[in-house]
């Protein structure tokens, strides 16, 4: 089924991938600032007793540049704004 609708309509079957990729990309990139939110991850840093404080304490009070955790605190802290 799938071979005999890509030969009937290349065009639209290709579209219609670029435009589920483009949109489930958005999306993820949406929901990313509620998922931190949940984790525990705000504006002024991560909140005490959350998965985001026990990823923070993983690094023994040090927190390397470019490390995932720094890259989590950047997003977070620059562009969320936090309802807290």
């Known amino acids: 089924m799938v071979v005999r609708v890509l030969k009937e309509y290349p065009t639209e079957t290709?579209?219609?991938?670029?435009?589920?990729l483009l949109t489930s990309?958005?999306?993820?990139?949406?929901?990313?600032?509620?998922?931190?939110?949940?984790?525990?991850f705000r504006k002024d840093g991560p909140v005490k007793d959350t998965p985001?404080?026990?990823f923070q304490s993983t690094y023994g009070g040090h927190v390397p540049k470019g490390?995932?955790?720094?890259?989590?605190?950047?997003?977070?802290?620059?562009?969320?704004?936090?309802?807290?």
């Open 14 to 20: 290709v579209v219609s991938v670029l435009l589920l």
């Open 67 to 84: 490390s995932l955790m720094a890259g989590l605190q950047r997003r977070t802290m620059t562009e969320q704004k936090s309802k807290y």
């Open 25 to 40: 990309g958005a999306l993820a990139w949406l929901m990313m600032r509620w998922v931190l939110e949940l984790l525990g």
């Open 52 to 54: 985001a404080s026990w």
